[in-house]
Nanobody, 125 residues
């Protein structure tokens, strides 16, 4: 599946931003989806994941209570709503997909086969 992430930008500390991930190609409903991020000089890290049907969600500890992952299989899109943003959330955010026949979600980047190009989120303090 091909993925296109968008929605990044510059936001002030405490602000909100919603990232979108548009999928094309095979049926998106056959794929679990995840969001990862990579800050300058740091390794890529897990943010959130959602099962293919959207019934199971998993978040990194730093994302719990602030970020919400969702998807709309009818529109072949996924999103990441981010609230109460902090300067440490500044990073390039990537959406990723993994083909699966189950409702299992994964927080491991190696388990994802398809990646979007990334969208930059900058939080100014």
């Amino acid at each position: 599946v091909q993925l296109q992430a968008s929605g990044g930008g510059l936001v002030q500390d405490g602000g909100s931003l919603t990232l979108s991930c548009a999928a094309s190609g095979p049926p998106f409903s056959n794929y679990a989806m995840g969001w990862f991020r990579q800050a300058p000089g740091k390794e890529r890290e897990f943010v959130a994941a959602i099962s293919r049907a959207g019934t199971v969600k998993n978040y990194a500890n730093f994302a719990k209570g602030r970020f919400t992952i969702s998807r709309d299989n009818a529109k072949n899109t996924g999103s990441l709503q981010m609230n109460s943003l902090k300067s440490e959330d500044t990073a390039v955010y990537y959406c990723a997909a993994r083909h699966t026949a189950t409702g299992v979600v994964s927080s491991t980047s190696d388990s994802y086969n398809d990646w979007g190009q990334g969208t930059l989120v900058t939080v100014s303090s």
